[in-house]
């Protein structure tokens, strides 16, 4: 089994046959080819994996061979062959995307070194490749689930706003496919080549972010030994996702206006402005207009992130998706469990629609997740998602409760819920989720949201 193809190209027919031999020899295919000419033809019918070509040919050089070949999605890799006068024009062919190059006459050895590093790069193009086209396929808007009024106008907002690369701001609770979102609008713009960064803003300490974000010098602080490239800097060209950015310190919220407005970062430590082209998609699960109100966001900055917003509507207001939402986590889990659950039959699908799900996209995702795994038919039954599927919000609604004439704030009301849930629960969190029909993570999520986890010690210092 050959090893790949080698196209050999050059004017001189002892050269070739050499080149043939050492290369057969070692289990490589080889192709001739007896100038620039004749290798454009050769590459059009039999795409060889590698392309060895000597410089100085009388029809076309090693040059116009490279700046010709067709423009492929990748290249096979072109070596140089050239002679020791000629080096400048070896390297100014590597400049123009050559390879490598080879000082003529040619050392046997470190000839089959640099084709086996061509092939190793050549697989590592391929694969990268082929990756780049099963996330573009993955994230392709017919491939993100929703068919309700409000997922259309999302969807139509996301094909506006890709061919660009206008700052977006996506709104909305926790859970619902906001870096979904992110990475559709990413994978179908200009930049879908380019890096995706994604961080969120509120899982890394404030004494560490700036540097996450900026990078730093060597020196800078304490233990800073090497420089780092900061996310901007590695997502430059491509798409930086900053989500939960409702959680920014108002110092790194200044920072990033600057950003914003110059397209130049300043690493921490550093002298110099270096200027960076990322597209901005920040998220959050704040109501930033409120935050403003506090004092706690920028008013100016909001105004930059809000080029366009994007709403992305909570579950119990799509609920026309839940069932192909269902069925394809069930797929996913199907095979990532190595089960055959076939179907979700219609006493628990009523279930399933009737519940509000407080964690979204995500919960329902967790619910037939854990109904797979644990499940003993092939049928998702009621038994599968008692578990899992409580009425917290009609529970509340079938008592004597009237809406008082000032009206309701939801976040206010959702704050007692929690603590009253604590209080009965005994500071134990699992029964205190149980109490509001929540996961663990989602009564945890919305418990330190609202700066609970600060009295809840305060309480425990405070126990006799």
Same mark, same amino acid.
């Given at each position: 089994m050959h090893k790949g193809s080698v196209l050999v190209v050059d004017d001189e027919r002892s050269q070739r046959e050499i080149l043939r031999v050492i290369l057969e020899e070692e289990?490589?295919?080889?192709?001739?080819?007896?100038?620039?000419?004749?290798?454009?033809?050769?590459?059009?019918?039999?795409?060889?994996?590698?392309?060895?070509?000597?410089?100085?040919?009388?029809?076309?050089?090693?040059?116009?061979?490279?700046?010709?070949?067709?423009?492929?999605?990748?290249?096979?890799?072109?070596?140089?062959?050239?002679?020791?006068?000629?080096?400048?024009?070896?390297?100014?062919?590597?400049?123009?995307?050559?390879?490598? @190059?080879?000082?003529?006459?040619?050392?046997?050895?470190?000839?089959?070194?640099?084709l086996s590093r061509a092939f190793e790069r050549l697989n590592l193009m391929k694969e990268n490749y082929l990756l780049q086209q099963e996330v573009h396929g993955k994230f392709n808007l017919d491939n993100i689930i929703g068919s309700s009024d409000k997922m259309r106008e999302v969807f139509s907002l996301i094909e506006k706003v890709s061919s660009s690369s206008v700052t977006v701001l996506l709104c909305g609770e926790s859970g619902t496919g906001k870096e979904l979102v992110a990475k559709a609008i990413h994978y179908n713009s200009p930049r879908k080549n380019k890096p995706l960064m994604a961080i969120n803003c509120a899982a890394i300490p404030e004494n560490l972010i700036?540097?996450?974000?900026?990078? @730093?010098?060597?020196?800078?602080?304490?233990?800073?030994?090497?420089?780092?490239?900061?996310?901007?800097?590695?997502?430059?060209?491509?798409?930086?996702?900053?989500?939960?950015?409702?959680?920014?310190?108002?110092?790194?919220?200044?920072?990033?206006?600057?950003?914003?407005?110059?397209?130049?970062?300043?690493?921490?430590?550093?002298?110099?402005?270096?200027?960076?082209?990322?597209?901005?998609?920040?998220?959050?699960?704040?109501?930033?207009?409120?935050?403003?109100?506090?004092?706690?966001?920028?008013?100016?900055?909001?105004?930059?992130?809000?080029?366009?917003?994007?709403?992305?509507?909570?579950?119990?207001?799509?609920?026309?998706?839940?069932?192909?939402?269902?069925?394809?986590?069930?797929?996913?889990?199907?095979?990532?469990?190595?089960?055959?659950?076939?179907?979700?039959?219609?006493?628990?699908?009523?279930?399933?629609?009737?519940?509000?799900?407080?964690?979204?996209?995500?919960?329902?995702?967790?619910?037939?997740?854990?109904?797979?795994?644990?499940?003993?038919?092939?049928?998702?039954?009621?038994?599968?998602?008692?578990?899992?599927?409580?009425k917290p919000l009609q529970r509340i609604a079938s008592t004597n409760f009237e809406i008082p004439p000032s009206g309701i704030d939801f976040e206010e009301l959702e704050k007692n819920l929690l603590v009253q849930a604590m209080d009965r629960a005994g500071g134990v969190i699992a029964k205190a989720a149980k109490l509001l029909g929540m996961s663990y993570k989602t009564f945890w999520y919305r418990w330190e949201k609202f700066g609970l986890d600060s009295e809840l010690s305060r309480k425990e210092e405070t126990a006799p």
């Open positions: 289990d490589y295919e080889v192709i001739l080819a007896n100038g620039g000419k004749e290798a454009l033809k050769a590459v059009r019918e039999f795409a060889p994996d590698i392309i060895l070509t000597d410089l100085k040919m009388p029809d076309m050089d090693g040059l116009g061979l490279l700046d010709s070949l067709p423009k492929e999605p990748f290249l096979p890799p072109l070596i140089i062959m050239t002679a020791h006068g000629s080096i400048s024009s070896a390297v100014e062919a590597m400049k123009k995307g050559a390879f490598n @190059y080879l000082t003529k006459p040619l050392d046997k050895d470190e000839l089959l070194i640099v700036e540097s996450e974000l900026f990078g @730093y010098e060597i020196g800078a602080f304490t233990g800073a030994t090497t420089r780092k490239l900061g996310i901007f800097e590695t997502s430059n060209g491509g798409t930086l996702f900053l989500d939960e950015i409702g959680d920014l310190s108002l110092p790194m919220q200044s920072r990033l206006l600057r950003v914003l407005q110059e397209k130049e970062i300043r690493r921490v430590g550093g002298r110099e402005n270096i200027k960076v082209d990322v597209r901005l998609i920040a998220a959050t699960n704040k109501i930033l207009e409120k935050e403003i109100q506090r004092g706690s966001f920028r008013d100016d900055l909001y105004y930059r992130l809000t080029v366009v917003t994007i709403n992305i509507p909570p579950l119990r207001e799509r609920k026309a998706d839940i069932p192909r939402l269902a069925q394809f986590f069930l797929e996913k889990y199907n095979m990532e469990f190595g089960k055959r659950v076939k179907n979700i039959n219609s006493e628990a699908m009523r279930a399933l629609l009737d519940y509000d799900w407080p964690g979204n996209v995500r919960e329902l995702e967790s619910a037939i997740e854990r109904a797979v795994l644990l499940g003993e038919g092939d049928t998702i039954t009621m038994a599968d998602i008692a578990g899992v599927i409580k």
